[in-house]
């Protein structure tokens, strides 16, 4: 069984400039939400500069796709091309599981969720988190159970955080040492 090692697959992301935003489940999770999550979402900014470099850091993490009974994956071609023809990547690599998804539900992709991102430290790797809101956004267009059911936490969690005099939500996610 691999071993997830999320702050591994961000760091070959860093390691190969690849532009991007997390969402999802982690990204909840670095906002205080106390679920467990098994995969990396990303949201890659679609240029064919950064396309090229994300296909090498895929390559370096060993990216496969993802089939139900497969611990392993298929193998696939990861130049910049092929990644730019699919909407969406469940992917598995040496690190763990990988989703890339250039247009999550409710969002316009990667210029819509880097307005509004916040940067955290995970494990010294500098890493752009969509906005609490944002993630908020896309699990509620997403409309799936497991989706769902961590909503409530989420709305709790946007909800409790204070507002300046200015009247802007503070919303940054917590860094992780």
């Known amino acids: 069984m691999i071993e997830f090692a999320p702050q591994e697959i961000l760091a070959a992301l860093d390691r190969h400039a690849v532009r991007y935003v997390l969402i999802g489940g982690l990204a909840a999770i670095l906002y205080g939400a106390p679920h467990i999550t098994t995969d990396?979402?990303?949201?890659?900014q679609e240029g064919p500069d950064n396309l090229r470099r994300l296909s090498e850091a895929m390559r370096e993490l060993n990216a496969r796709i993802r089939v139900?009974?497969?611990?392993?994956?298929v193998p696939f071609s990861l130049d910049?091309?092929?990644l730019a023809r699919v909407g969406t990547w469940n992917l598995v690599t040496d690190r763990g599981n990988l989703?890339?998804?250039f247009v999550p539900s409710g969002t316009r992709g990667f210029d819509d969720l880097v307005r509004d991102a916040h940067h955290v430290a995970v494990r010294g790797v500098d890493v752009p988190v969509a906005s609490l809101a944002d993630v908020i956004r896309s699990k509620e267009a997403a409309g799936r159970d497991r989706d769902r059911s961590v909503l409530p936490v989420l709305r709790a969690l946007l909800d409790r955080q204070t507002r300046p005099a200015d009247g802007q939500t503070n919303s940054k996610p917590k860094s992780n040492p």
């Open 80 to 82: 910049a091309a092929s």
């Open 99 to 101: 989703d890339v998804v």
């Open 68 to 73: 139900a009974g497969d611990e392993e994956g």
């Open 40 to 44: 990396v979402d990303i949201v890659p």
